[in-house]
Each structure stands twice: as C-alpha cells, then as structure tokens.
C-alpha cells in the first residue's frame, strides 16, 4: 500500500535498523531475562519512517522491544507516531505495548541460543487505536505477521522446563522485575534444565516480516457506515 499507486509513498530506516525484503530487521548487544521468563525484556535501537500522499500520511515505529510475560507469551512494545494531515511536523512518538505474542509452539533454547520462530502476533486494543487512525478498521486480535527473535547468550546454558509449559499460565500482561537467582533449589524433577538468568555479552536479533500486509494497511480503509468503533473498550 504505502510503495504503490494509492499512497505513492516510500520508508527509510535509520539508526540501524534495516529493511531486506520482505522484512524489517534490528539488532541490539544486551539485554536481561528472569530464570523463568516471568519478566524481562530484550531491547532494540532504530526507526522505521513511513510516508504516503504526498507527505499527508506520516508513521514512525522504532525501538522496539519483546517483553516476556512468561514462556507462553510475550509483548511487542513500540515507539510508534502518526498523523494524517498534511503540513504537518513529524508524529510525535510514544510507546505502545502493540501486539501480544504467542510463543507456545515457536520458542526454544538449546545450549547458548534462545530462538524464537515465526511467533503468532496479534495486535492489542492499545495497538489497534494507535494503528488505525482516523480511517482504519483494526480491532484487538487481529493477526499480524509473525516476529522471530534470535539471541546468542554467554555464561551459561539454555533449555526450556517442561514443568513450566505444563504449569500455570500467570493472567496476560503481568510481569516481574528480573531478578538473579544464587543457584536451582527443589527437586531433581523440578530443577530439570533452568533458564539463564541473564542473558548478556550476546547477539539478538528481532525480525518483523511484511510479506502478509504492511501494519500501516489499515490506514488505507475508511471506516464503514454503522460498524462498531475498532478501539471500543469491548473489542
């Protein structure tokens, strides 16, 4: 939509972010993890512009970060900003917490890389409003492409604990501040094989592919006559 005939518009990165079609790519050096992903994040630095209509269109998503509820689910935060009247000064950004990711099928680790491929996201009331603008029809739960992640960690050994898919899963959206733990306690059972309790002196890379439909997409509908409001409290 953006690089076609209706907005004949275009999108630079910047501030290492990059774009290798058909996906948007940042990488980032440290970031920390609680033993059990109960909390957590992992950060990334750069912007991706969007334009269209001769500049009446205007969106910027940046710094993005993949926060962890747990081992099931995760969040995409944004700097995100948009306008869609003309003459107007670049959108001023603010941080959504975007889309809500799935991570059941799609998270591993494995010795010193914690992998995260092609993981169900869907957008968040929050994300919905923020994406739509004045014309889109986005409502919470609409699928979005999938976002891999892919981290290198030192000083310790990864493996996923069986014992925590098959627990509980905490209410969405409640987190914990990371913590460092002195060593397993429990059982052998239990202990079975820990997260690292922090993850540093690696690599991470986020991927965010486009290949489905820009998140911009929405932008480009008008809302239609008698349809509910795509950022009611209900949706």
């Avoid at 500049?55 to 689910?73: C, H, K, T, W, Y």
């Avoid at 591993?108 to 996201?121: C, I, P, Q």
């Avoid at 603008?133 to 069986?162: K, N, R």
Wanted: proline share 6%; charged share 20%.
């Amino acid at each position: 939509y953006i690089s076609g005939s209706i907005a004949n518009g275009e999108w630079v990165t910047d501030n290492g972010a990059e774009y290798d079609t058909p996906e948007f790519r940042w990488q980032a050096q440290t970031g920390e993890l609680p033993s059990d992903l109960s909390g957590g994040a992992l950060s990334f630095v750069g912007g991706v512009h969007f334009t269209g209509h001769d500049g009446a269109l205007q969106m910027d998503l940046a710094n993005p970060s993949i926060e962890f509820v747990d081992q099931r689910s995760a969040y995409l935060l944004l700097d995100f900003g948009a306008t869609d009247e003309a003459d107007q000064e670049a959108p001023t950004s603010q941080q959504l917490r975007a889309a809500k990711i799935d991570l059941d099928s799609s998270l591993s680790a494995t010795g010193t890389e914690l992998l995260v491929s092609g993981a169900s996201t869907r957008l968040t009331a929050e994300g919905a409003a923020a994406f739509n603008g004045e014309y889109g029809d986005y409502v919470a739960g609409d699928e979005l492409d999938p976002i891999s992640l892919e981290a290198t960690v030192s000083g310790c050994e990864l493996g996923v604990s069986q014992q925590a898919l098959d627990g509980a899963d905490p209410a969405a959206g409640e987190t914990s501040e990371p913590q460092e733990t002195d060593g397993p306690t429990g059982s052998a059972e239990q202990q079975q094989v820990p997260w690292l309790p922090i993850i540093i002196g690696g690599v991470a890379i986020l991927v965010i592919g486009v290949t489905a439909g820009m998140l911009v997409a929405g932008r480009k509908r008008p809302a239609q006559p008698g349809t509910d409001d795509p950022a009611a409290p209900d949706a």
